[in-house]
């Protein structure tokens, strides 16, 4: 798997810990406030995720949780028991590299939100190798 440089635009590092910038805007948060404003049990959930997240370039570091047909399950959050976000590979042969348990960066499109039973969901993915969550590559 080779290196990826990050897109020219802003982007945002969808990790428990914070997310370093957006295609929105330059905010700084973390997955638990993006579930908070839009998950289960938010008020006006499919408003505020339409406007602030559908559609955005994020990159996610977090657990592998399950591997099928070209996409992987993510756990980002410590209370999540089976996984935060599933996130269709743009290429199917990168599962062929991952294993249950890995740890990975990966971008994607968010596409859909997350409810009571389902986690959230994304297009487009593409790992990053070394990745950490400040945003730099470590050689």
């Known amino acids: 798997m080779q290196r990826k440089d990050l897109p020219p635009w802003p982007i945002a590092t969808l990790a428990s810990i914070c997310l370093v910038g957006s295609s929105v805007a330059n905010e700084r948060t973390d997955f638990a406030t993006i579930v908070h404003e839009t998950g289960c049990g938010s008020r006006d959930g499919d408003r505020t995720f339409a406007a602030k997240y559908k559609d955005r370039l994020f990159i996610a570091q977090g657990e592998i949780t399950d591997i099928a047909n070209g996409t992987v399950a993510l756990k980002l959050l410590k209370s999540t028991r089976t996984y935060d976000i599933r996130v269709n590979l743009a290429s199917a042969r990168d599962a062929e590299f991952l294993q249950v348990g890995q740890t990975i960066s990966i971008s994607f499109v968010m596409r859909s939100r997350g409810t009571c039973s389902w986690g959230y969901s994304g297009d487009e993915g593409t790992l ?10 470590r050689e």
């Open 128 to 137: 990053y190798k070394d990745f950490t969550p400040e945003g730099d590559f």
